[in-house]
């Protein structure tokens, strides 16, 4: 194709594309000029009908609608009409060609208008299947995510099964120290003393009753060393009195054992949750504070039990050294192993807990229970059924 008729293609191209947007000057009275001047850069009908129809199946985009199309064609077939009468009219133009021609481009229109309404399915199939795709990718992703939470979630709880294994083989090991170290070397010297007193006896009754009141005082440590043990592992204030006094009595041994002086403000309407809760609370409480005592260096301890909006809430603050608590929880140490624990228990009654440690302010375990029962307090109610007891300085052993 010579430069003019590239020249002549793109004006008709231009043209078109104007006749069709309907804009203004690019009428049909405008074809016929251009198909004089196709005629005199020596095209013929058939090249004009080729370069028509590519223009308009690239004009004729899927996002029209069926209705549209043929209407466009109508439009783009008059254009094409005018354009060809200067051909037709030339010497040696025939009608009868053209007439085919127009039949052949009309034939072609309409098969273009089949063929963008097929690539519209086609496109809107393609779609389909792009979105359901992307969606089978997201939901294999999210099960390969939950199959990996799955294994580590295994994984954590074989850990966790192997440090409370450990732990209570720990504690076996420390109960049964005990048992060997205290009370049986205890009882021994007991046994001692008795035949001691049971060989003198016979000989001289001078300073008898001395024997006999040390000997009483190593039954007397004996008995509260047993008492002790049964405190720890099952208190029976907690049963027989209810909570606050068992956590009262825990608090005053605390303080005699570790030096660390400890006070207790409680809402006496914690008693009205069931044994089972205010188990959970005692718990946490003597679980929290074998923490301060062993790890913390701290001065002083307070114990809170207020009722807030959320349910009875217990706070147990200590002075103490401050720790990392996300580098706790992810360690192997018992100190993790024992918040586990305390978070644990308070779940399993539908309770929630929070540990708060700051460098130069200390430690805080909030540990939070709903109540059994709807809240019927009014705003002028005091906290009248708060009990305060007075702190518990450290004490000294009497035995």
Wanted: proline residues 3%.
């Amino acid at each position: 194709m010579t430069a003019k008729q590239l020249l002549w293609s793109r004006r008709y191209v231009n043209a078109l594309r104007k006749h069709l947007d309907g804009g203004t000057g690019a009428g049909v009275a405008s074809a016929q000029g251009l198909g004089a001047e196709a005629l005199a850069v020596g095209l013929q009908t058939l090249d004009l009908a080729k370069l028509h129809e590519e223009t308009l199946i690239s004009y004729l985009q899927p996002g029209f609608s069926v209705r549209n199309r043929l209407t466009l064609i109508r439009r783009a077939g008059a254009f094409f009409a005018s354009a060809i009468i200067p051909i037709d009219a030339a010497p040696g133009g025939s009608p009868k060609a053209t007439a085919e021609i127009q039949s052949f481009v009309d034939a072609l229109s309409q098969r273009t208008v089949e063929l963008a309404a097929t690539n519209l399915d086609l496109s809107r199939e393609i779609e389909q299947r792009k979105a359901a795709e992307e969606a089978l990718r997201k939901s294999e992703r999210h099960y390969s995510d939950l199959l990996t939470k799955s294994d580590r979630l295994q994984e954590e709880l074989r850990r966790l099964s192997r440090q409370v294994l450990m732990a209570q083989e720990e504690e076996r090991k420390e109960i049964s120290r005990e048992l060997h170290d205290v009370i049986a070397q205890t009882l021994t010297a007991i046994n001692l003393r008795l035949e001691t007193l049971a060989g003198n006896a016979a000989l001289s009754t001078k300073g008898l009753n001395r024997k006999i009141a040390d000997t009483q005082k190593l039954v007397l440590k004996s008995v509260e060393i047993v008492h002790q043990f049964a405190r720890e592992l099952r208190p029976a204030a907690l049963d027989d009195l209810g909570l606050i006094p068992a956590l009262h009595s825990f608090l005053k041994s605390f303080a005699t054992r570790t030096g660390v002086r400890a006070e207790l403000k409680a809402y006496s309407g914690v008693e009205k949750l069931d044994i089972g809760k205010r188990t959970v609370l005692f718990r946490v409480a003597q679980e929290a504070l074998t923490n301060v005592g062993r790890h913390a260096g701290a001065s002083h301890v307070e114990v809170q039990i207020e009722e807030e909006a959320q349910g009875i809430v217990m706070r147990i603050k200590d002075n103490g050294k401050s720790f990392n608590i996300k580098k706790v929880m992810h360690s192997g140490d018992a100190k993790r192993l024992g918040l586990l624990g305390m978070r644990e228990r308070l779940e399993m009654v539908g309770g929630s807990f929070q540990v708060e440690s700051e460098p130069g302010i200390g430690t805080t375990i909030l540990a939070c229970i709903p109540e059994n029962r709807k809240r019927t307090r009014t705003s002028s109610s005091k906290p009248d059924g708060r009990i305060v007891p007075e702190s518990l300085p450290p004490q000294k052993d009497p035995l």
